[in-house]
Every structure is written in C-alpha cells, then in structure tokens.
C-alpha cells in the first residue's frame, strides 16, 4: 500500500501523474496520489492539473494560501493513508516504465528511506540552463554504489521512499526556505534511520536559468547558516561547512576575505553566461559563505 505524494506550485503535473498512475494500475497494488497545489497563481497549470481528478485514488487539491514547500509536504503526509509515502517533486518524470515496482521490491522495505536517484536528458540542454544542467550531471546524477558510500550526504528528496511514522517524527520545520534537503539529510543521520539509494530515477524537467539557479544556490548557502547558526547542523555534516573551517584553522581563509570584493561578483558574471561551468559553481558556494562568516 502506497500513497504517492506530489507538492506543486505553479508546475503542470498532468504527465507525470498520468504515468504514475498507470504504473501503479499495472503493478496492481493498493495506492492513492495526493497532488496538493501551494495556491498557484498560473491559472494555465491549475486548469491543467484539474484533470488529475478524472483518475482512479487520485486527488488534487488546491490550497488557499500558499504555505510553504515544507508545509505542503507535511500537510501531505499527514492525509496519506498508507504507511509508505513515495514524494515526487512536480517537475520530474520517470526514468522508467518500471519505475512504480522497482520501488516495491520487498528486500527495500526493510529499510526506513529509499532514495531512487536523480538524472538529466540530453535532449533538455540548452545554453540559458546550461549551469544547472551541468551542474545536476556532475553532481546530482550518481549511481547508487557511490551514493550509498555517503547516504546522509546523498538526499534530494525530489525522488524519495520512506515511512510515514518517520517523516512525520522528522518533525521538519515549516518555515519556507531554498534548499531544506540541508536538513533533511542531517536528521536521517540524528534519527538513525535506515538509507537504502537503489539506481530508480527521475529525469529532472524543471531546469532553472543560469542567473535563477545561482539565486536558488544562494538562498540553499543562507538556509545552511541559517541550521549552523541555530546549532541543527554541525561543521561535520556538511563538507562545504567543514572545508570552509578547515581553511579558517589554517588561517587561509583571509585569501577568502582579500578576494571577495572583486572574486565573486567576477564568478557571478561568468556563471551566469552561457558555457557555465559548474566546478566554479562550488567556489562561488565557498566565497558566498565566507562573505556571510567573515563577522562570526
């Protein structure tokens, strides 16, 4: 019994449940797919997404305010009738026609949190996205053998498997922040829960601009210090956080300070041109963290 749950917000959702559902109605399993939408303000996709309601165990609904992606996400599990939630974001689809029954092999159900996995289509390339794009190809898209040396490290909850009882005592925080997988990661690793990542991925669709993606990177680095500075994420949790430190007890992290005046707003103008290359990325994340450590 599964309920496969889906937070959109202002995204058309249509083909992916179209597929979702079929899979399920092949697998011949008990299930439900709850879309809840965070109060679109495009009403194309709500008229759009409005069909899901036509398919069997299937129900979209849209709220009356917008709450908030971690809201949603727990709003969403907390009406899921089954005991295993499966959350896809809203603009990814299945890598695989099989993807519904790979997730329900019974030796995965021994663990507490699958993670499928993420990967890119080279036919979605294209030079305005082409940072995240590369980006997502270099870091996000990794087989399983490798994500499972790092489980904790590893969670993009886009694509992910897991046990109501829990999620629900994640308890994650509600406030709407870029980049809470931060946290995500780290209270597995506090819950001591079982990590499975099995090669089951979705094709991720929804790829941002170059200039819009660098402005989401920086918004997930504020959400980091954010968790570091309320004591929820520790230096060893994070290997940006423990590089950057590591730096700061040899007192190299004064060529961090020296340089940032003219550095990053250099790496800001490159990333966001249209050859982008995302090893830069990783240095602009270093130097925008400095710049916001530099007084603590």
Known sequence: MLSILIPTFNDPVYELVKEIHLQCCEAKITFEILVFDDASTNSNCTDSNLKINTFSHTTYTILKQNIGRSAVRNKLAQTAKFDW??????????????????????????YDVVFGGFTY???DYSKQCSLRWRYGQKYEQKKAVLRNDSPTRHTISANVLIKKSKFIALNLEEKNRYGMDI??????????????????????KGLE?????????EQ????????????????????????????????LHLILRFTLPFLLPCLKINLQGNYANPALLQCYKLLYLSKHLTNN
């Open 85 to 110: 939630l499966l959350f896809l974001d809203a603009d990814v689809l299945p890598n695989s026609r099989a993807f519904i029954s790979s997730y329900l092999q019974q030796d995965y159900l021994e």
């Open 121 to 123: 289509d080279e036919d």
């Open 183 to 204: 946290r995500f990661g780290v209270l597995l690793k506090q819950f001591n829960c079982l990590i499975l990542h099995i090669d089951n991925e979705v094709i991720h």
């Open 209 to 217: 601009s170059n200039s819009i993606f660098i402005e989401k990177t």
């Open 220 to 251: 997930s680095i504020l959400t980091l210090l954010y968790f570091f500075k309320k004591d929820k994420i520790k230096k060893k949790d994070h290997k940006l956080l423990k590089f950057y430190f590591t730096l700061r007890n040899l007192n």
